[in-house]
C-alpha cells in the first residue's frame, strides 16, 4: 500500500467553481501533510502545510486533515485559470513522501 | 536569495550511456533531496543528504545510480549505463534541516533516453 494515494484526473471545472483535491495516507502516525503546486515544466512550489488535524486557510486556498478517515484535502475557492496545474500532496516527517498528483484544468 | 540551480535543463542520451545532473542547493540549506518523475506521477525520493551524509537512499537503484555531495553544498547525481526507463524529470531540492521544514525544488532536468 502506497504511502499517500491521490487521484491523478484529470479533473476540469468551470472558472469561479469551487474545487475540492484529496489524498488518502495510509498510516495514522503521520502528522504533517504538505499541498504542493507544480506547473508543467517547472519544479514544485509549497502551497500550504498542515499539522495533526483541522483547517488552515490561506486566501482562496484551505487545507484539511481528517485523521479519524486519514484524508487530506485541498479546497480552492473562485478558482481561475492561473490555477490549472498539477497538485501534489505529501506527508512530511524526516523525508518528503508524495502522492502521484492531480492536474487540474480552470476553464475559462 | 537565489533558488534551487540544477543543471542541465534537457538531456538526450543513448542508452547504455552514462549522464550526470548537478545540484547547488540554496545556501545554508543542510538537507539536499534528489527526486525522480516519471511523466504523470509524483516525485520518487531517490535519496537525500544531511550535510555530506546519506540519510536515505533505500529506493536509489545502485546497480546503476549514485550521487555524491562533496562538502555538504553541491551535489551529482550519476546514471550509468542508462536504460529506457530511466526517463524522467529530475529534481532537486533542499531545506534548512530534515523534518517539518519546507523543501525548495529545482526546476528539474528532463532526460530522455533513446
Known amino acids: 500500500q502506497k504511502e499517500v494515494e491521490q487521484d491523478p484526473g484529470p479533473l476540469s471545472v468551470p472558472e469561479g467553481a469551487i474545487v475540492s483535491l484529496n489524498c488518502t495516507y495510509s498510516n495514522s502516525a503521520f502528522q504533517y501533510f504538505m499541498w504542493y503546486r507544480q506547473y508543467s515544466r517547472k519544479g514544485p512550489e509549497l502551497l500550504m502545510y498542515t499539522y495533526s488535524s483541522g483547517n488552515k486557510e490561506d486566501g482562496r486556498f484551505t487545507a484539511q486533515v481528517d485523521k479519524s478517515s486519514k484524508y487530506i484535502s485541498l479546497f480552492i475557492r473562485d478558482s481561475q485559470p492561473s490555477d490549472s496545474a498539477t497538485y501534489l500532496c505529501a506527508r512530511r516527517d524526516d523525508k518528503i513522501i508524495f502522492g502521484k498528483g492531480t492536474r487540474l484544468h480552470i476553464l475559462p | 536569495e537565489a533558488g534551487v540551480a540544477q543543471s542541465p535543463r534537457y538531456k538526450i542520451i543513448e542508452k547504455r550511456q552514462s549522464v550526470a545532473f548537478w545540484c547547488n542547493p540554496i545556501?545554508?540549506?543542510?538537507?539536499l533531496y534528489w527526486y525522480q518523475q516519471i511523466l504523470g506521477q509524483g516525485p520518487k525520493l531517490l535519496i537525500q543528504f544531511q550535510n555530506n551524509g546519506v540519510v536515505d537512499d533505500s529506493q536509489l537503484p545502485k546497480d546503476r545510480f549514485s550521487a555524491e555531495r562533496l562538502k555538504g553544498v553541491d551535489s551529482t547525481l550519476k546514471i550509468q549505463p542508462a536504460k529506457l526507463e530511466d526517463s524522467a524529470v529530475y529534481l532537486c531540492a533542499s531545506s534548512l534541516e530534515a523534518g517539518e521544514t519546507e523543501a525548495f525544488f529545482g526546476q528539474g532536468t528532463r532526460l530522455t533516453v533513446v
Open positions: 545556501s545554508g540549506h543542510a538537507t
